[in-house]
Structures are given as structure tokens and as C-alpha cells.
């Protein structure tokens, strides 16, 4: 399966038998009619499995692996890319290799390189390493095919999809023939391995293939033999991985008695966007130069594309390591604002408290930075400023709030200076339109920098990542403060922190303001009856479009595709979320460029000092 830049693969531990070619080509057809994906990876020396030993000198055993190889050609029943492992022999010499196969022809046959022969390992015993013989040979004939042979990049014919494959300990050397081949285009790397289990190496497993897709920036598929092949002293567990970027994608390691088929999705627009993003990358490549051969594949594109993994709705908000996650972001939003408290000497932090989710995870840092600097919250100086269309409950949220945290309350009634202000400017204080609305935010912040200069203080923003990248703020308003702290938090994630800011930081009396305020429709309180998801849209959603299109560049055709997946929607209001957001996004990055200084928290921002260089006047559209 192919479509919109994802591809689906399969990575396979087969049930097989020691020695015996016949029944493991048999399996791995059986195997084949019914995998659902565009290429598929089986374990290393498959055909033969690994632990035939001295078996690998018998020219029955070998003349069998030809005749079973030719078998799958001529009824492989798998109109994808296969890649299986062999004993290869040339002038009388094996290699253990790689056979990379569609239908009835072999596409290439890689070699592999580093050879164990430590500990429970002694593959030089029969094989030779692939090293010299590549440097002779770029091809080799094998069953009336002329088959490249060596170091080779497989690629489509538009160069979206390309992958290299090695051989299990070529994994675990210093420099690897992955990262070489990742060097030379290949997006994807195929590992056909026989790894053994031992206590403590699945985690070590792990790590290292994590750490080859995050080195390369692109994608890994690891597939390992089984527990049959487990012979003498040598347990084999199935352990089989397929990562990204370094992004676990699925894991197995079941000791499973029967076949196994797992499957991952790689993204490969992600890929080419992380490495157009990643200088260090671009730096390695045309550095080397190892006589790297590429392979035209063709790879049919799908019509449909069913995803094997669920997609993650909500990606900022942590699901595993939560209170270790949740006290990491709030030590960094903490430290910055230290810092930067210190820095300026601030004698206060002033902080307009709306009862609304931004400014009372602003408030909780402050109260956190005071605690820890061993300053008496009062000079914490929270202002709640009513105004035309304030709500009693998020008024009294904001009085709680500030009286149970002992923090100075302030309750400035803006509703006659924001009157004063439209017959100044000839508005007729009814019409609710932009300026309506943006007076109130416009007076709100004028009133917090005022106090903030009476009381040689910094006005605290509030205002977070997903406002930001929307341009759900007004320019010179609440746009505008003295620090950003919320700056690089998108608003799913400050849901998360204030709820757990609720559970396990504060008292009773400040867990139940704290939950009622999580409750209460995010709104800015500026017409009646003002909804902000009803006009910009669910945050949930435009958060998960801001995680694809920051963390992995997606257009509007794949952002529309996804979202309809993802979040069950029609394609009409897919197309309205999606063209709603990019319509924003770019035409309000004016307000961005004059945005305060603000810590990044996660591994994205929108400051126009950090991650997001844009033009303020951009015209895609």
C-alpha cells in the first residue's frame, strides 16, 4: 500500500525449519498471499535459517537454496518488494547475503559486511565478508539474471521512495553500511537479522535502531529470526522493529512458535522533510564515495490506504512517562521565567487573569517561581479586568483562583473606559465588529503595562503556541507582554498541565476553581455569546494540524487526508479546517514577528527568533 507519501511495510519472522530450503520457501509463500503491504522483510539466511553451521559447506544444502530461490520466482504470489536471506556462492567462496525481489526477478543481492565471530558467534567459519568482493564485482548472474551486486540504493522512478538493505551485525559497527547508504539517498534502511536474546539486549536492540533512523533521518525496518531457530545454546525471541525519524513505529518480540507479521507505515514525506531541515545531514552527503549502485523499483500506488496504526489525536499531550513530562515542562516554563525575573530585577509579576486556561497555567508558574525564589506571593499581582461580555462563572474562576493561591487580586471593571474609548474614536459601541472586540484587548493591555511600571514589574503573557500559529490574538493586545511564557505551548498541552497542576500540586479550594476553569468553552469574552472553537475551529484539531506541519511538512492535500481520518470528518469539513488554518497561519505571522521573547518548550515553536523564520507579508494562496 502507497498513497499521499505513506508506505506500508511488513516485517516478518517466519516459522521455519533448520536446514530445510523446501519448507521455509513453502512458508514464506504462504506467507506472501496474504500480506498487505509494499514491501515486506524477512529475517537473515531465511531460506536456510541461520543455525545450520557446518551444513552451510554442503553442496546439497546450497544446490537446494538455488532451487527453492527459483521456486518463489516462479510462483511468488506477491506483487510488492521481498527481501529474503541466502548463502550466495562465488568461485567457490559464500557470502551471507540479501536477495531483493519482485515477482520473478531479482532486483539486486547485497552482500553482508561485518561478520560476528565473538562469543556465541562464528560466522567467518563459512562465510567471507562482503568488503573485498564488492570492490570487484557490481553484479553477479544468478539463475539466467544478471543481478547488480554490492552497495545498492533501490529507488522509484521519481525518487520518493528509496531504500538500502543490510545484514544484522552490519547494524552494530561504528560506521555501518546503512549510514553509507542513507549518505547515497536511501530514505529507508532493511535489516535482515538473526539476533540472538540474551538478557538486557532487546533494550539494547532498541536504542541502537532508534538511534539509526534518528542518525540518518529516516526510517529502519528491522526483521529478526524466531524461537525455531533456537538450536544447542542459542535462544532466538522474534524481536522485530520498524522506526522512524526516531520514533518507534511497532514492536514484537512474542517467542512465537508460529509465524509472525507486523507492519508500520513510513512516512516518507517526513523523511524529505527532516532532511531539507537537518544540516547535519546535508553536510555527510556526497562526502563518501563507495561505488554506490542504483536500482530502479516500482512501487503501484494505492487507491485507498488503511493505516495499521491508529494515528495519535492529540501529539503534544504526554501518554506514558505523564508526571515526569508534566513536571519537565513545568521546570522549564519555571527556569525561564527565573531567569528572566533576575535578569530585569523585577520587584513583581503582574498577570491579567481572565478565569480562562492560558493565564491560569501562567499564574501557576508564577506562583511556583515566587515559591521557589522565597518571595512572598503577594507581589504577584493577578488583575482581573471584567469588561462588556464578561461571565460570572470565569469572573469568579479568575477571584478564586487569585484569593485561594494568596497572590494580590485585582478586579478593574473596563467597561466604561472601553466606552469612553469608542466615543473618542466614533464607534457606536453596539456594532460588535474587530473593532469592538479589539479595544477590550487593546485596553486590558495597557492597564497591566501601566501597573507593571507602577510596580517595577513584568506583565506576565499568556497567550500560547496554537493562539500564536492561528493569529487567535490581537495585535498589540494580548499579542503584546513583558515575557511570553505559554508562547511554546500549544493549547492541548495546557489543558494537560493545568489538569495536572489540579490532581497533584494544590489543596481542594484550588482544584475545584482549577477543574471548573477546564470545564468552562474557551472564549475571550468579547461579542456575546462568543465560542472561540466555533470560529476558529476545535483546538484538538488545529493542534494536530500544527503538529504535522511543524514537525513534518505537510501540505494541505495530505493535512486534508489525514484530519478526515483521523478525526472522522466529511471531506467538506476537512477542507474548511484545513483551509481555515493555512488561510491564518500565513496571513497572521505579522503578529508572530512581533511577538515577546518566549522559552520553547517542546521540540517546535512559532518565534520568529527560533524555529519559524517567515515573511510577514507570504502569498501561497
Request: proline share 3%; net charge negative.
Amino acid at each position: 500500500m502507497y498513497k499521499n507519501g505513506f508506505l506500508k511495510v511488513a516485517s516478518v519472522t517466519p516459522k521455519l525449519k533448520v536446514g530445510n530450503p523446501t519448507y521455509n520457501i513453502k512458508e514464506m509463500i504462504n506467507i506472501l498471499k496474504d500480506v498487505d503491504s509494499s514491501i515486506t522483510v524477512f529475517p537473515e539466511l531465511g531460506v536456510t535459517a541461520y543455525t545450520c553451521n557446518d551444513l552451510f559447506f554442503q553442496e546439497s544444502m546450497l544446490r537446494d537454496v538455488v532451487d527453492e530461490i527459483e521456486y518463489l520466482l516462479n510462483n511468488n504470489p506477491y506483487k510488492g518488494i521481498v527481501v529474503i536471506g541466502a548463502p550466495l556462492e562465488i568461485d567457490s567462496v559464500l557470502y551471507n547475503c540479501a536477495f531483493v525481489i519482485q515477482e520473478d526477478k531479482i532486483l539486486g543481492i547485497v552482500p553482508k559486511f561485518y561478520l560476528p565471530n565473538t562469543g556465541e558467534f562464528y560466522e567467518k567459519r563459512w562465510f567471507q565478508s562482503g568488503f573485498d568482493i564488492v570492490e570487484k564485482r557490481k553484479e553477479v548472474k544468478y539463475l539466467n539474471q544478471v543481478v547488480p551486486f554490492g552497495y545498492i540504493v533501490f529507488k522509484t522512478p521519481d525518487e520518493e521512495v528509496s531504500f538500502g538493505v543490510e545484514i544484522c551485525e552490519d547494524m552494530w559497527a561504528p560506521f555501518s553500511p546503512g549510514n553509507i547508504l542513507s549518505m547515497n539517498g536511501a530514505k529507508m534502511i532493511l535489516n535482515l537479522s538473526a539476533s540472538n536474546e540474551v538478557l538486557g539486549k532487546r533494550e539494547i536492540r532498541t536504542r541502537a535502531i532508534l538511534e539509526h533512523s534518528r542518525r540518518n533521518a529516516g526510517a529502519y525496518v528491522y526483521s529478526s529470526a524466531g524461537v525455531n531457530e533456537s538450536t544447542s545454546e542459542t535462544v532466538f525471541s522474534g524481536h522485530n522493529l520498524i522506526a522512524q525519524n526516531s520514533e518507534l513505529l511497532v514492536e514484537t518480540e512474542n517467542f512465537n512458535q508460529d509465524s509472525e507479521v507486523i507492519y508500520g507505515d513510513i512516512d516518507f514525506n517526513k523523511i524529505d522533510f527532516s532532511r531539507r531541515t537537518n544540516a547535519s545531514y546535508r553536510d555527510t552527503l556526497n562526502k563518501f564515495d563507495f561505488g554506490i549502485i542504483n536500482v530502479e523499483i516500482k512501487i503501484k500506488k494505492s487507491k485507498e490506504y488503511h493505516f495499521s496504526k491508529k494515528f495519535d489525536s492529540t501529539p503534544f499531550v504526554p501518554k506514558v512517562n505523564i508526571l515526569s513530562d508534566f513536571e519537565k515542562i513545568a521546570a522549564l516554563q519555571e527556569n525561564a521565567l527565573i531567569k528572566r525575573v533576575k535578569h530585569v530585577r523585577a520587584k513583581s509579576l503582574v498577570i491579567g487573569v481572565s478565569g480562562g486556561l492560558d493565564s491560569t497555567l501562567a499564574l501557576q508558574i508564577a506562583i511556583r517561581v515566587y515559591d521557589n525564589l522565597g518571595i512572598e506571593r503577594k507581589h504577584i499581582i493577578g488583575v482581573t479586568m471584567p469588561g462588556l461580555h464578561t461571565s460570572k462563572k470565569t469572573l469568579k474562576n479568575a477571584i478564586d483562583l487569585m484569593n485561594n493561591l494568596g497572590v494580590t487580586a485585582l478586579n478593574i471593571d473596563i467597561s466604561k473606559h472601553v466606552k469612553d474609548h469608542f466615543d473618542l474614536i466614533g464607534h457606536d459601541g453596539v456594532t460588535e465588529d474587530i473593532t469592538y472586540e479589539n479595544t477590550q484587548a487593546r485596553a486590558r493591555t495597557m492597564i497591566l503595562m501601566n501597573l507593571a511600571n507602577k510596580n517595577d514589574g513584568l506583565v506576565l503573557g499568556t497567550g500560547d503556541l496554537s493562539e500564536l500559529a492561528l493569529g487567535w490574538c490581537t495585535y498589540n493586545g494580548d499579542q503584546m507582554s513583558m515575557y511570553g511564557i505559554n508562547a511554546g505551548i500549544p493549547k492541548t498541552l495546557v489543558r494537560f498541565m493545568i489538569y495536572n497542576y489540579a490532581m497533584y500540586k494544590f489543596s481542594e479550594d484550588v482544584r475545584d476553581t482549577l477543574l471548573s476553569i477546564l470545564d468552562t468553552p474557551i472564549t475571550p469574552e468579547l461579542t456575546s455569546n462568543q465560542i472561540t472553537e466555533e470560529t476558529i475551529g476545535k483546538y484538538e484539531i488545529n493542534d494536530f494540524i500544527i503538529h504535522r506541519v511543524l514537525r513534518f511538512g505537510d501540505q494541505e492535500y495530505r493535512i486534508k487526508w489525514l484530519i478526515e481520518k483521523v478525526f472522522d470528518l466529511t471531506k467538506e469539513e476537512s477542507n474548511k479546517y484545513s483551509n481555515n488554518f493555512f488561510k491564518r497561519f500565513y496571513s497572521q505571522q505579522f503578529k508572530r514577528q512581533a511577538s515577546p521573547d518566549s522559552p520553547k518548550i517542546i521540540d517546535i515553536s512559532v518565534s520568529p527568533r527560533g524555529d519559524l523564520r517567515l515573511p510577514s507579508d507570504i502569498d501561497n494562496r
